[in-house]
């Protein structure tokens, strides 16, 4: 079972439906680009993630790799979100 997500069930679920995990390894602190160097999410991204829809999230876990490997990546979150 994931450290992360106590739901019995999480693994029986298809990847798909499974709602991804937060990047957080609790080393909070922005760079001058307002980029965590933690977790590689912007600013924005780590407020809004509880906010965000799956299909939102996984694509902040994919430009957090992108940040990860030294490529651009812009901030996920464009919106206010509600």
């Known amino acids: 079972m994931s450290a992360f997500n106590k739901d019995p069930?999480?693994?029986?679920?298809?990847?798909a439906q499974q709602d991804p995990v937060s990047p957080?390894?609790?080393?909070?602190?922005?760079?001058g680009d307002d980029i965590c160097v933690g977790c590689f999410r912007?600013?924005?991204?780590?407020?809004?993630?509880?906010?965000?829809?799956v299909e939102e999230r996984r694509e902040v876990l994919v430009r957090?790799?992108?940040r990860m490997a030294g490529e651009p990546a812009p901030c996920?979150?464009?919106?206010e979100q509600p």
């Open 42 to 53: 912007t600013g924005r991204e780590i407020s809004y993630w509880g906010l965000l829809p």
């Open 9 to 15: 069930d999480f693994h029986d679920a298809p990847a």
């Open 24 to 31: 957080c390894v609790s080393i909070c602190a922005l760079d």
């Open 76 to 79: 996920m979150v464009t919106k």
């Open 64 to 66: 957090c790799q992108q």
